[in-house]
């Protein structure tokens, strides 16, 4: 065992399931909750939501790296200030949930952001939408690391360079906001720490990959695939925690 709660079989199918997801993201702008969070949660669900976020986290500041040449952030603040509004909800709900109320609200919210995924609704890119998708994914996002869905409705009109710098911008604000809210609830620690370290080669390895694929892969083609993911874990979450009441 790597961890007493974790065999090496298990580390080595996390670092593919974040290699997965971080090539997603450096390609189309988001992804590695989407794809990666419920791929981790079949896994174990000790690898969420704190040390996907910190894989997240350090992720963004790559791809904005990459890509700051396009960001305008004067279009990404509504959405970050709507962000600290769905960090608060979200830590006040942590607060009170059990491991198996944890499950069932994951599968509820994973469930929520497949719906979104396709449910063709195609919002205006201005402040008050900015705002909402912002709160809604963050929300999300700290308590299911995927809070893609939200904000990627709003861009999903926008080109590819504004797109992977703008929600990099602000997944990057969203990563802290959820990780001061984990530490305050108790979610973030020493074990989520040394998971990080365990996971951290391949988002490393799948950004990496990115940079040589950004132009090359058709992230539009992976959406079924991901979404079927999502929505198997989404049920597994849900079957998990009602047998648990």
């Known amino acids: ?17 974040l290699l997965a997801g971080a090539c997603l993201q450096g390609v189309a702008g988001y992804g590695i909750g989407t794809l990666a969070a419920p791929l981790l949660f ?26 700051r ?7 990404v603040r509504f959405a970050i200030w709507g962000g600290a509004i769905g960090t608060i909800l979200a830590a006040l709900i942590l607060l009170v949930l059990s491991p198996e109320g ?20 195609r919002p205006a890119l ?4 900015s705002v909402i998708a912002g709160a809604a994914s963050t929300f999300m996002g700290t308590i299911t690391a995927v809070g893609g869905p ?13 797109v992977r710098a703008n929600m990099s911008a602000f997944f990057l604000t969203a990563s802290f906001f959820s990780l001061a809210a984990l530490l305050y609830s108790g979610y973030l620690g020493l ?3 040394r998971l ?25 083609g992976l959406r079924p695939v991901i979404l079927t993911i999502a929505a198997v874990a989404g049920i597994a979450a849900l079957v998990r925690g009602l047998m648990s009441l």
């Not at 939501?49 to 500041?61: D, G, K, Q, R």
């Not at 944890?102 to 609704?121: D, K, M, N, W």
């Not at 201005?126 to 939408?129: E, L, M, P, Y």
């Not at 939200?150 to 504004?162: F, H, T």
């Open 191 to 193: 074990r989520e720490l």
């Open 102 to 121: 944890f499950e069932l609200i994951f599968g509820i919210l994973i469930l929520t952001g497949v719906a979104l995924s396709v449910g063709g609704l």
């Open 150 to 162: 939200p904000i990627a409705m709003i861009y999903q009109n926008q080109k590819g360079p504004l």
């Open 1 to 17: 065992m790597i961890l007493d709660e974790l065999s090496l079989l298990q580390v080595l199918l996390a670092n593919a399931a």
């Open 196 to 220: 990080f370290g365990l996971t951290f080669p391949g988002m490393l390895i799948g950004f990496w990959l990115s940079g040589h694929l950004v132009h090359r892969m058709p992230a539009n």
């Open 42 to 67: 079949l896994i174990s669900p000790i690898l969420l939501p704190a040390p996907l976020i910190l894989n997240a986290s350090v992720l963004t500041v790559l791809m904005l790296v990459r890509n």
């Open 126 to 129: 201005n402040a008050r939408n």
């Open 69 to 75: 040449g396009a960001l305008a952030i004067r279009e």
